[in-house]
């Protein structure tokens, strides 16, 4: 199983960014899927998750209406649409799948 996340970066507050996790090794259509982040000296948090088809998805209640996570079961991809970026949103943001993680890509909200 790889998982390997892309689309971090330094934004400005009030900005977005989208995130894209690449899977390869398994059965990607069959599983749920989950974004994970994990601020400076903060526990991990769930913040997004979608269910194998892409019909179900929930969010944190800190990214309601702000993110929004969709997959392409044809390309083994799995994206995080974050819009209104706040500096709490700086965090490194994990990929999450059939019980195992991608490396991170970090997330920077500051002017």
Not at 70 to 84: E, F, G
Request: charged share 20%; hydrophobic share 30%.
């Amino acid at each position: 199983v790889q998982l390997v996340e892309s689309g971090g970066g330094l934004v400005q507050p009030g900005g977005s960014l989208r995130l894209s996790c690449a899977a390869s090794g398994f059965t990607f259509s069959q599983y749920a899927m989950t974004w994970y982040r994990q601020a400076p000296g903060k526990e991990r948090e769930l913040v997004a998750f979608i269910n194998s088809s892409g019909g179900g998805t929930d969010y944190v209640d800190s990214v309601k209406g702000r993110f929004t996570i969709s997959r392409d079961n044809a390309k083994n991809t799995v994206y995080l649409q974050m819009h209104s970026l706040k500096p709490e949103d700086t965090a490194v943001y994990y990929c999450v799948g059939r019980r195992s993680w991608g490396r991170g890509t970090q997330v920077t909200v500051s002017s």
